[in-house]
């Protein structure tokens, strides 16, 4: 039963550039949420996806955007980066519509570096 | 922004030694999550307590939530060098699963 995962694992982009990372949810779950880590820091809840649509959204600028497909993974996005959009990024997966108390399971995360 | 604070910030010990690290949030919540996180990489769940629990075990692992005083503690018994990571503690609201983490506690467990 394969985990999440999370391609691509480092990626090094200049500044203004866009960039898309993708995540596969665990097997059986609908729900995946993205969070940003940044050097140092706890991780930072940028939004989340159910039924193809974003469902809950943090403090973040709409350069992060997202999509969810008709197989549960999805895509982050990112436009005109700034130096700090540096960090990890976290997808994690939950079952079942992502209620309340459920368990969140995270994918090793994206490394990624704006130059 | 962070819903709290993780105290403290580093801990060292000697293998075979307790850790324990502490959580603080601001809201109320459903649930309380701590998380353990190695050399940068994906987080890995560890254990979930309930706003209406007040004690949860799991192996070495003893967990504590004082709703009260919005604070819980992770303790980590015989602890050992593979134990040496860094713990986030994360809340979870009554409506919804996002995750509120804290900014973290670095242990390291020295062999």
């Known amino acids: 039963d394969a985990g999440v995962t999370q391609s691509p694992t480092h990626l090094i982009k200049t500044r203004g550039q866009q960039v898309t990372l993708r995540c596969s949810p665990k097997s059986g779950h609908d729900t995946v949420s993205w969070y940003q880590q940044a050097l140092g820091q706890g991780p930072q809840f940028i939004f989340q996806y159910y039924e193809e649509e974003e469902r809950q959204r943090g403090n973040f600028p709409d350069r992060f955007s997202g999509h969810q497909f008709p197989n549960y993974s999805s895509e982050l996005n990112v436009n005109a980066l700034l130096l700090g959009d540096s960090a990890l990024y976290l997808c994690a997966s939950s079952p079942i519509g992502g209620r309340a108390g459920d368990t969140q399971y995270f994918g090793p995360g994206t490394r990624l570096t704006v130059l | 922004s962070q819903q709290g604070e993780e105290d403290p910030q580093a801990l060292s010990i000697q293998e075979g030694e307790n850790a324990t690290m502490n959580c603080s949030y601001k809201t109320s919540i459903n649930n309380l999550q701590w998380y353990r996180q190695n050399s940068g990489r994906g987080l890995v769940h560890l254990i979930l307590?309930?706003?209406?629990?007040r004690e949860k075990h799991s192996g070495r692992l003893r967990v504590t939530l004082d709703t009260s005083k919005k604070s819980s503690s992770l303790l980590i018994t015989a602890s050992r060098a593979a134990d040496t990571a860094s713990y986030f503690c994360a809340t979870a609201p009554n409506a919804g699963n996002m995750l509120t983490f804290g900014g973290g506690t670095r242990l390291m467990v020295k062999p």
């Open positions: 307590i309930r706003s209406n629990e």
